[in-house]
């Protein structure tokens, strides 16, 4: 009988031990998969219903949600297009056939797709009471996630929020807090001409300045994060992204426009 403790008993053991820990660690991941993909797709819920504002502690996230309609938008024409319902923009982004490279690229996300989501939230009435796009772009460290919630007019901010980055907390971080979030609402993304105006600015908006509708505080020791966001913003409402969808939805809330929506 071979020792306990002989070179091949040795290895035997620390085979057998690998091989279990393998076994226990590949099962544990398999099995909780489901389980990390539902609390991912939570997560998001929640994220959209908070920038909605409807979003309550404890609420049934699943019913909340039957008031959120996503549809998909080809960002050169503008138009609404049908994708499959596992269609995920991120992974279409580096797709060359889905996606595109960006020249010029403000926002650092190098790849674009070509077409996005869009979630619409709908009243007791059933009219589209907010529109609300995903939004992403470099900062100082990282690239930050969020959501921008538009009034019905296409225009108008109603929310912002990000639920992912990796800027430094206390600094650039504070772009998750509320009390600088609560800086958007009510500005106007466009002016009269349709261009994209809005902007956030180094230290406080002056009280007299005559752009305020279109101005936001920058963070204060954090201005790369808070140009990284103005840039995020004007890239993804701009002409190359939501531009010409919410150009459109624009004119269609105009009294003689139709509006379907
Ligand atoms: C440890 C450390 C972390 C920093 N984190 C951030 C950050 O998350 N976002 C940011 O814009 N600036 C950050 N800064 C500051 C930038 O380096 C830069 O000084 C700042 O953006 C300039 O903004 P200000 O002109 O408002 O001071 C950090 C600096 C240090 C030393």
């Not at 529109?131 to 538009?150: C, K």
């Not at 009269?192 to 009280?207: H, L, M, Q, W």
């Not at 020791?221 to 913003?233: D, P």
Request: aromatic share 8%; glycine share 10%.
């Amino acid at each position: 009988m071979a020792s306990r403790d002989s070179i091949a008993n040795t290895l035997r053991v620390s085979f057998m031990v690998c091989l279990v820990c393998a076994i226990v660690v590949s099962t544990a991941a398999v099995s909780l998969r489901e389980a990390q993909q539902q609390n991912r797709l939570q997560f998001r819920q929640t994220n959209i219903l908070q920038v909605a504002g409807i979003y309550e502690p404890g609420m049934d996230l699943s019913a909340a949600f039957e008031r959120v309609e996503r549809r998909f938008v080809e960002f050169e024409s503008g138009n609404y297009v049908d994708m499959p319902d596992d269609y995920d923009p991120v992974r279409a982004a580096r797709d060359p056939e889905m996606g595109r490279t960006l020249e010029r690229d403000p926002a650092g996300i190098r790849r674009q797709p070509k077409v996005g989501e869009v979630f619409l939230v709908r009243d007791e009435a059933d009219e589209v009471s907010r529109i609300i796009l995903p939004v992403h772009g470099y900062g100082l460290w990282s690239t930050m996630y969020g959501f921008l919630a538009l009034e019905p007019d296409a225009n108008t901010v109603a929310g912002i929020s990000f639920y992912e980055h990796g800027e430094t907390p206390g600094l650039g971080g504070d772009i998750e807090k509320p009390r600088w979030q609560q800086l958007w609402e009510g500005k106007r993304l466009y002016d009269e001409d349709g261009e994209v105006a809005i902007r956030v600015v180094k230290g406080a908006v002056p009280e007299d300045a005559p752009n305020r509708e279109h101005r936001v505080d920058g963070l204060t020791g954090a201005t790369i994060t808070s140009e990284g966001v103005s840039q995020l913003v004007r890239f993804w409402v701009g002409e190359r992204a939501f531009g010409p969808y919410l150009d459109r939805v624009r004119k269609e809330n105009q009294p003689d426009g139709n509006s379907d929506g």
